[in-house]
């Protein structure tokens, strides 16, 4: 174990801790100053129905708009595929949400009360947002458990022994998701033996170990093999409700698969909206048919 993953392991223990601190003070509707760092941060208000709210988000990069006036909303709960041909500005978005870029102009907001534009990165991630990269970064020599335990980082005490005196509770938290990303008879196997798609699930098995209200997925199946996709959308569709989920991606069958015919999709395009509704209906829009074939 090198200083560097105790540091990293460290890190995410604080965040899980902070974002535990915050679910309890959402649960007491407390906005006590005492709280300390995480009322500082704000509590996510979503009895408004909103987990998600881009509104005129504008980025520029030498004069040139990755991001053009953006508006997008997206609700408790739901699951929304986001496509758009390459260069629509699809990451530069997720990269917005996540305090990685800040927009020129615009608002951003969490739940209905934490504006994001006003947090860190560490900060976004702990008040509950999880965003998944195309490239899996799971630590290839640990077990899968491990991997998990590491996420969720059980203990103070994990500086002198990382893999010790899990609680009950813990326990079956990584339980609970080693079952929900398939992963179960793999639990004690080294994630670098993992398949690739494997890999994919691990990590996203390590964001969900610190529950987070929000998850972002950039292109997630990109590298899959067709059963893997599938698997991954059975994955996705199981996770809705309990969580939001923005899910970027360009494999048309997956978001198909998704959307299960009555959900909407955006299409981004330009750094903005260009289309929004079902699936069929975009892929027939004059306009979407246009971008995607470059005319
Ligand atoms: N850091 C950056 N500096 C300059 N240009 C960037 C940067 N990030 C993205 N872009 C440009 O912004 C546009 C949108 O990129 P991106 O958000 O990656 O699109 P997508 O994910 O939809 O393919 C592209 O033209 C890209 O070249
Ligand atoms: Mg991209």
């Known amino acids: 174990m090198t200083p560097d993953l105790m540091e990293q392991g460290a890190q995410r223990r604080a965040d899980y801790e902070a974002?535990?601190?915050?679910?309890?003070?959402t649960e007491s509707g407390g906005r006590d100053a005492s709280y300390g760092r995480i009322a500082r941060l704000g509590v996510p208000d979503f009895t408004q129905g909103v987990a998600l709210y881009l509104d005129d988000i504008t980025v520029s990069f030498d004069g040139?708009?990755?991001?053009?006036?953006?508006?997008?909303t997206v609700n408790v709960g739901?699951?929304?595929c986001i496509i758009g041909p390459n260069g629509a500005g699809k990451t530069t978005m997720m990269?917005?949400?996540?305090?990685?870029?800040?927009?020129?102009?615009?608002?951003?907001?969490?739940?209905?009360?934490?504006?994001?534009?006003?947090?860190?990165?560490?900060?976004?991630?702990?008040?509950?947002?999880?965003?998944?990269?195309?490239?899996?970064?799971?630590?290839?020599?640990?077990?899968v458990f491990e991997n998990l335990e590491l996420a969720l980082?059980?203990?103070r005490r994990v500086r002198a022994s990382l893999f010790s005196r899990l609680s009950g509770?813990?326990?079956?938290?990584?339980?609970?998701?080693?079952?929900?990303?398939?992963?179960?008879?793999?639990?004690?196997?080294?994630?670098?033996?993992l398949s690739h798609g494997q890999k994919q699930w691990l990590e996203i098995g390590m964001l969900l170990v610190q529950d987070p209200k929000l998850l972002l997925l950039d292109e997630p199946v990109a590298?899959?093999?067709?059963?893997?996709?599938?698997?991954?959308?059975?994955?996705?569709?199981?996770?809705?409700?309990?969580?939001?989920?923005?899910?970027?991606?360009?494999?048309?069958?997956?978001?198909?698969?998704?959307?299960?015919?009555r959900k909407k999709v955006t299409v981004l395009h330009?750094?903005?909206?260009?289309?929004?509704?079902?699936?069929?209906?975009?892929?027939?829009?004059?306009?979407?048919?246009?971008?995607?074939?470059?005319?």
């Open 78 to 80: 739901e699951l929304r």
């Open 95 to 143: 990269d917005c949400i996540t305090g990685k870029t800040r927009p020129d102009s615009g608002t951003a907001s969490f739940g209905s009360t934490i504006d994001l534009l006003r947090l860190s990165e560490p900060q976004i991630a702990q008040v509950g947002i999880g965003r998944k990269f195309q490239k899996p970064t799971v630590y290839e020599d640990l077990s």
């Open 19 to 25: 974002r535990q601190q915050a679910s309890r003070n």
């Open 153 to 155: 980082a059980a203990d």
């Open 223 to 261: 590298g899959m093999t067709d059963e893997e996709t599938e698997r991954t959308a059975e994955l996705f569709l199981s996770l809705e409700g309990k969580h939001s989920l923005v899910v970027v991606e360009h494999d048309m069958k997956f978001v198909d698969q998704l959307t299960e015919g």
């Open 64 to 72: 040139f708009r990755a991001l053009n006036k953006l508006s997008l």
């Open 169 to 193: 509770e813990q326990l079956d938290r990584i339980g609970e998701t080693l079952g929900t990303i398939h992963l179960m008879a793999d639990a004690q196997r080294t994630a670098g033996l």
């Open 270 to 295: 330009e750094g903005s909206v260009l289309a929004e509704g079902l699936l069929a209906e975009v892929q027939n829009n004059e306009k979407v048919v246009e971008v995607y074939l470059g005319r």
